[in-house]
Each structure stands twice: as C-alpha cells, then as structure tokens.
T-cell receptor, first 113, second 112 residues
Framework: GESVGLHLPTLSVQEGDNSIINCAYS??????FIWYKQESGKGPQFIID?????DKRQGQRVTVLLNKTVKHLSLQIAATQPGDSAVYFC????????????FGQGTELSVKP | NAGVTQTPKFRVLKTGQSMTLLCAQD?????MYWYRQDPGMGLRLIHY???????AKGEVPDGYNVSRLKKQNFLLGLESAAPSQTSVYFC???????????FGPGTRLTVL
C-alpha cells in the first residue's frame, strides 16, 4: 500500500558534524513532504516542508532535498548540536484529503558531545 | 497563547470502559486532527476536522468517534476500550491550507 518510510532507524553523529536523514516515499501524487522533529515525551514539531514540484529548500541549518525520480527525500542538518537529538519523521501531506499527514516510521538522531 | 492542550495527560482504562479525550486550541485554527502513536512508530491519523461541525475518517478510525461542536475543541471518544487502543494520542491543529500542524503534548492511554 501507499507509505512513507525511512531507510535507517537510528543515526549517531558527532557534535558539529552534518547529519543526513533519509526517507523513501511511494505516492507520487503527494502535494508536499514535511519533516517533523519529536523530542522525548513531546509532540512532533514542524521543521520544514517542500512542495512536490521543488528539488531543494533551505531553512535555518536545515536543507531538504527531494528526488522525484527515485522517490527519495532527505533532511540535512548542518553543524549538528546536542539539542538536535530527537526522532525525525518525514510525512506526506495530501491536501486533496484535507491536509492528512501520512508519517514514516522515524529515525532517531543521537548527537555525541 | 497556550497553543494546543490535551486533557488528560495519562489515563488507565479497563477493557470495555469508555472515555473522552479533549483537545483545545486557542490559535483560531480551522483544521484539527487526532493521531495515535505506537512504540517505535510514526503517527497514524484517526479522525480529522476541517471546520466546526464537520469530521472525517483518517487511516485508523475504527473504535473511535469524534465531535467538533466548537471551533476550538475536538473531542475523541472511545466507546468500548480495547487493549489494542493502548497508545499515545496526539491532537494537532492548523490553519486551512497550511502545512504546519501544531501538536499537543499527548495523552498516554493504557487499556488493561
């Protein structure tokens, strides 16, 4: 069935290094792809989104890349900090269905000081 | 602004009992959502609402009902709780046509 999934369940990086979190999707008709960050014991927090007709979008210390040819999405975090430690989810937004988010499984990012 | 708040934070039910989870938002958002999150997994949409008085089914609606009588509130009901409904429940809200959803802190529900 349709799904949004992640390649790796865990990622460990050294403080100051760049992090790359990957996501595969299967629904080519999605309108937007979104990254959320979830810290332990809290609800998800919006990071950045990218429209399906774009290849790249940059935010503060984050960049999202979309490769529609291979249905792949990535989140790059520059100069990773301990505060970036969390679970990161990619999600697919289908506005034709009222803005429903379809979440992937999540990648746990651990930042070593 | 309090943002999105959820009541209660924790609850333990016995199989067959009923309960209602309350979500409230003070951001005047049109859209509201209920998700559940099971261990090690992403969130799955239960029901959602695009406006006062309207509701629609999400991915996993069975065993749940919802109501949106007021724009700021979205209630999630479990008529007859089952152990499979043990989960963390998150409410979210957003402006119409905007991708960013604001999530509440969650309700941890255990059904024995």
């Amino acid at each position: 069935g349709e799904s949004v999934g992640l390649h790796l369940p865990t990622l460990s990086v050294q403080e100051g290094d760049n992090s790359i979190i990957n996501c595969a999707y299967s629904n080519s008709a999605s309108d937007y792809f979104i990254w959320y960050k979830q810290e332990s014991g809290k609800g998800p927090q919006f990071i950045i989104d990218i429209r399906s007709n774009m290849d790249k979008r940059q935010g503060q210390r984050v960049t999202v890349l979309l490769n529609k040819t291979v249905k792949h999405l990535s989140l790059q975090i520059a100069a990773t900090q301990p505060g970036d430690s969390a679970v990161y989810f990619c999600a697919e937004n289908r506005w034709v269905e009222g803005g429903k988010l379809i979440f992937g499984q999540g990648t746990e990012l651990s930042v070593k000081p | 602004n309090a943002g999105v708040t959820q009541t209660p934070k924790f609850r333990v039910l016995k199989t067959g009992q009923s309960m209602t989870l309350l979500c409230a938002q003070d951001m005047n958002h049109e859209y509201m959502y209920w998700y559940r999150q099971d261990p090690g997994m992403g969130l799955r949409l239960i029901h959602y609402s695009v406006g006062e008085g309207t509701t629609a089914k999400g991915e996993v609606p069975d065993g749940y009902n919802v109501s949106r009588l007021k724009k700021q509130n979205f209630l999630l009901g479990l008529e007859s709780a089952a152990p499979s409904q043990t989960s963390v429940y998150f409410c979210a809200s957003s402006l119409a046509g905007v991708n960013e959803q604001f999530f509440g802190p969650g309700t941890r529900l255990t059904v024995l």
